[in-house]
Nanobody, 122 residues
Framework: QVQLVESGGGLVQAGGSLRLSCAASGGTFSDYGMGWFRQAPGKEREIVAAIIRSGGSTYYADSVKGRFTISRDNAKNTVYLQMNSLKPEDTAVYYC???????????????WGQGTQVTVSS
């Protein structure tokens, strides 16, 4: 059973940057594919980025390509989301999630953090 705790959210002006962190415990971190999802008010939760167990391959939603970077440090049991050039439409609760299955099956993530709010002002 993996426990996930996100941090790093906050309020930032458009064009600014934030780095989200997700610390994992209770399992072997390198056994899990990891993803960042977000949910804006009144909208469905959506995948933002994902990274495979080794960190050697990543996925990004079209809306964040070129602005966000996902990375992981298996020695620190942590996954990161560096967010640059933030836009008001990036405002959402951001969730870290882990999967024991395919990293690219975004409906199959097993474990979820509590979420961290990101608010981008215009």
């Amino acid at each position: 059973q993996v426990q996930l705790v996100e941090s790093g959210g906050g309020l930032v002006q458009a064009g600014g940057s934030l780095r989200l962190s997700c610390a994992a415990s209770g399992g072997t971190f390198s056994d899990y594919g990891m993803g960042w999802f977000r949910q804006a008010p009144g909208k469905e939760r959506e995948i933002v980025a994902a990274i495979i167990r080794s960190g050697g391959s990543t996925y990004y939603a079209d809306s964040v390509k070129g602005r966000f970077t996902i990375s992981r440090d298996n020695a620190k049991n942590t996954v990161y989301l560096q967010m640059n050039s933030l836009k008001p439409e990036d405002t959402a609760v951001y969730y870290c999630a882990a999967t024991s299955g395919s990293t690219w099956n975004f409906l199959g993530y097993d474990y979820w953090g509590q979420g961290t709010q990101v608010t981008v002002s215009s």
